[in-house]
C-alpha cells in the first residue's frame, strides 16, 4: 500500500510534496494509517485533533494518544477542546453537524494563522460508499452521488482510493497502534447502520462490489462535467446581469427541455432545492418570488429577477446646505453654477431658493408621487415605474431626493416641476449623481 500510496500522490496531488498541508487526526486507524504513509515518504505535514467531549475520560485519552503519536514522528500538534452538546443546544443541530461545523472551523483557523493551504483528510472508499447510500436514500441530484470529492481547492482525501480492508491490512502487517471509538458501532446512527448492516451483504453479494462501485464513480464525476459545462454555457447566454442582480427571459428558460433537469443545474449554486417552486414561478403571478437562504427569485412580467438576499435599506439621509458632495447612500456633487447646461438622466438643474433644508436621500413607498419634469399635473411614483417598465428589484433599490415632504428627483430617471429652474430663478443648483 505504501508504494501505491507515493505513486497516487505523485499523480493526483502533487501539490502535497510541494506545500506543508495540515493533517486531521482522530486517533482511529484511518488517520493514524494516513499519517504513516505521509511521513514514510516524507511529506511535510502538521496534526490537528479535536477534542468534543462526547466520551468523557476516552475522549481525553484520545487526545493523549494522538499528542504521543504526533511526538513519535515528530510533528507538531494543534489539539483543541469543545463544548459539542453546548453547540447542539444552541444551534439546534445533531451532534454529527455540530462536530463538522466545529472542527472544520478550527482547522480553517489554524491554516489561516499559519499560512497553511490544505487540509488533508483520512475518508477512505467505504466512507464514500456509505456517503453515496446516504444521498441515494434521501433523494438526490447527481451531485450527491458523486459522494466525497477527493481533491478540492483546499482539502485533499488522498485515502479515498484505498478501501477499509487495505487500510486494516497495512495497519496490522506494519504493528500500527490506534484508538477505537466504541461509539462507531452503535447503529442508531444512520452511517453506522449502514457501515454494519447494508455494506456488509452488498459486499457477499458480489465480492468485487467496492472497486465497481469506485469504477462508477468515476463515470458519475465524468457525466457531471460535461453536464456542468452544458449547463453553464446555458447560463452564460440566458442569465443577464445588471450589477448584482440578474435578469433571465421567462420564455427562453421555458423552451430548455429538460426543463426541471435545467432548473436544478442553473439555479443550485444559488441555493434553491425546491425545483417545482422554480418551476411554478414561470406561471406565477407578477410580484410572486420564494427565496434560498442566501438568494431571492422572482417573477416580474417576463423575466426572473434573481439577487443577493439582503433586506432593502430605509434609513434617511440629510443633506445639509453647506454640503457639496455626498458618498452615501448613492455619490453626488452639489454645486451652484450661473447657467442651465445639457440636462441627463444622471444631472438635475433646481431652482435652489425653492429647496427647505435638511434635503433627505430615501427610499420610495406607497403612496408617493411627484411632478414629472416635462409632463402635465402629478403622477403616483408606483404608475410612474409601472410606464417606465422598471423592474421590481430597481424599484426596491430607487432613491428618491426630496425637500421635506416633497419629491425633488428620482434619483437618475426624472425631476420634478416644482422646483424646476424659471425665468424668475436667482439661483441655479447643479446635483450630478
Not at 191 to 212: A, C, G, T, W
Not at 341 to 368: A, H, Q
Request: one cysteine or more.
Amino acid at each position: 500500500m505504501q508504494e501505491l500510496f507515493y505513486k497516487h500522490i505523485e499523480n493526483k496531488f502533487p501539490e502535497l510534496k510541494k506545500s506543508k498541508f495540515l493533517l486531521a487526526c482522530s486517533g482511529g486507524i484511518d488517520s493514524i494509517v494516513l499519517a504513516h504513509l505521509c511521513a514514510n515518504v516524507n511529506l511535510d505535514f502538521e496534526i490537528a485533533h479535536c477534542n468534543f467531549n462526547l466520551r468523557g475520560i476516552e475522549s481525553d485519552k484520545d487526545a493523549e494518544f494522538v499528542q504521543n503519536f504526533s511526538k513519535k514522528i515528530n510533528k507538531k500538534i494543534y489539539i483543541t477542546r469543545f463544548d459539542t452538546v453546548d453547540y447542539v443546544n444552541n444551534n439546534k443541530v445533531s451532534v454529527q453537524i455540530a462536530a463538522r461545523e466545529l472542527r472544520y472551523k478550527w482547522f480553517a483557523k489554524i491554516q489561516e494563522e499559519n499560512s497553511i493551504q490544505y487540509l488533508v483528510t483520512a475518508h477512505h472508499a467505504d466512507d464514500d460508499l456509505e456517503t453515496f447510500i446516504i444521498n441515494l436514500s434521501r433523494g438526490t441530484g447527481i451531485d450527491g452521488l458523486k459522494g466525497i470529492p477527493s481533491n478540492t481547492t483546499n482539502i485533499k482525501r488522498p485515502l479515498l482510493k484505498f478501501s477499509q480492508e487495505q487500510i486494516m491490512i497495512f495497519a496490522q502487517t506494519q504493528k500500527l497502534e490506534w484508538r477505537e471509538d466504541q461509539s462507531n458501532g452503535d447503529t442508531k446512527y444512520l452511517r453506522n447502520k449502514i457501515r454494519h448492516q447494508i455494506v456488509p451483504l452488498l459486499k457477499e453479494l458480489h465480492p468485487s462490489f467496492l472497486d465497481n462501485f469506485i469504477k462508477t464513480q468515476r463515470y458519475l464525476e465524468q457525466t457531471a462535467a460535461i453536464s456542468e459545462d452544458a449547463i453553464q454555457n446555458t447560463r452564460n447566454n440566458l442569465f443577464v446581469s445588471e450589477g448584482d442582480n440578474i435578469k433571465i427571459d421567462i420564455e427562453e428558460l421555458q423552451h430548455l427541455k429538460p426543463l426541471k433537469g435545467y432548473i436544478h443545474g442553473l439555479f443550485k449554486r444559488y441555493g434553491f432545492t425546491e425545483w417545482q417552486n422554480v418551476a411554478d414561478l414561470l406561471t406565477a403571478m407578477s410580484g410572486k418570488e420564494i427565496h434560498s437562504d442566501t438568494y431571492r427569485l422572482l417573477k416580474d412580467r417576463k423575466h426572473l429577477l434573481l439577487a443577493p438576499l439582503h433586506k432593502a435599506s430605509q434609513k434617511t439621509f440629510n443633506i445639509s446646505e453647506d454640503n457639496t458632495f455626498i458618498k452615501e447612500p448613492v455619490t453626488i456633487k452639489i454645486e451652484e453654477v450661473v447657467s442651465l447646461e445639457k440636462s441627463t438622466s444622471n444631472t438635475l438643474f433646481v431652482d435652489k431658493e425653492k429647496l427647505k433644508y435638511p434635503l433627505t436621500i430615501r427610499k420610495w413607498k406607497k403612496g408617493d408621487y411627484f411632478y414629472p419634469f416635462g409632463m402635465h399635473g402629478k403622477k403616483k411614483l408606483a404608475k410612474y415605474f409601472k410606464d417606465e417598465k422598471v423592474d421590481v428589484l430597481s424599484k426596491e433599490n430607487q432613491w428618491l431626493l426630496c425637500s421635506e415632504d416633497q419629491i425633488v428627483w428620482v434619483i437618475g430617471k426624472r425631476g420634478d416641476n416644482r422646483f424646476k429652474v424659471t425665468s424668475t430663478t436667482k439661483n441655479i443648483l447643479k446635483f450630478q449623481l
